[in-house]
């Protein structure tokens, strides 16, 4: 009776456990993300969904394929769509590797403007959009974008979006370290959650060498503020313990890039203001880290 008992359990654990793999696409499935036809009335696919992985990235962002390895990508699904009158519309699945990379990956490519009625809708963790043009969020660890050459109605830019995150599986939490930047001053939209150097430099320039020591056990946040009546950035990045934070302080100390203001640690977390304000202000800031 014991084994009889064992064996009905070994099955019930592996129905279970394929039930729970069949909750998120398996990476090879990521064309089945993508919308097919009828899916959206007076829309049809104009190709077949391209994929892309990490050796063919480059193909499709000539140049730019580094901006995404930044957060560890994995694979990108692209479907094309055209309308009655010949308006194109653009689909784009990104595969990161975990949530934290698709939220980040989110925060890089965001325009960074106040969210209006299209972002404002029941889609993703979070969303961004450009109206009658693009909407953009993030679900587990993946980031959506969809994009049309020309105006479009906001509504069907919805519907294409809401069938896709209807596709994908539910999930995901800003990292912990975003909720750690206070929230006064803060310039709306204007947050980054990085991994590598290269997905804050058009807002603060460190060099380029890698000051801050970043690698697959540390994570940034950068938003801009308004001090003082000026702009300053104020960077935060988590280390796996203080001598890592400590070590990083001495090199960004040493570099000295450009418009560096204020800089501490505060046990495994090291802040870090750049701009053109007092020096007061700024170590203010870092202080106000929690």
Not at 184 to 203: H, K, N, T
Request: hydrophobic fraction near 50%; glycine fraction near 8%.
């Amino acid at each position: 009776m014991r084994v009889w008992r064992l064996a009905l359990l070994v099955v019930w654990v592996a129905l279970v456990l394929g039930g729970c793999a069949t909750a998120a696409p398996a990476p090879s499935s990521i064309e089945a993300l993508l919308p097919g036809a009828d899916a959206v009335p007076g829309w049809t696919p104009a190709a077949d969904v391209a994929t892309y992985d990490d050796t063919t990235l480059f193909e499709l962002v000539n140049g730019q394929a580094e901006a995404f390895f930044a957060y560890n990508f994995q694979r990108v699904a692209v479907g094309t769509y055209d309308d009655a009158a010949g308006v194109n519309l653009r689909i784009e699945v990104w595969q990161l590797a975990t949530t934290d990379d698709a939220y980040g990956l989110f925060t890089r490519n965001a325009a960074g403007a106040a969210p209006d009625a299209a972002a404002a809708v029941d889609i993703g963790n979070d969303r961004d959009a450009d109206p009658g043009r693009r909407l953009a969020f993030w679900q587990d660890r993946y980031y959506v974008q969809v994009r049309a050459r020309e105006p479009v109605a906001d509504d069907q830019i919805v519907a294409f979006a809401r069938r896709v995150a209807d596709a994908l599986p539910r999930g995901g939490a800003r990292p912990d370290l975003v909720s750690r930047l206070p929230a006064e001053g803060q310039v709306p939209g204007s947050l980054i959650f990085f991994r590598r150097e290269i997905s804050i430099q058009d807002a603060v320039w460190l060099g380029g060498e890698n000051v801050l020591g970043l690698d697959a056990e540390s994570s940034g946040a950068l938003a801009q503020y308004t001090l003082e009546g000026r702009p300053a950035y104020l960077i935060a990045v988590q280390y796996p313990d203080a001598a890592a934070a400590e070590a990083a302080l001495a090199r960004l100390v040493a570099a000295q890039p450009g418009g560096l203001i204020a800089a501490e640690t505060d046990a495994s977390l090291l802040g870090a203001v750049f701009g053109d304000v007092s020096a007061t202000a700024a170590r203010e800031l870092v202080r106000e880290l929690q």
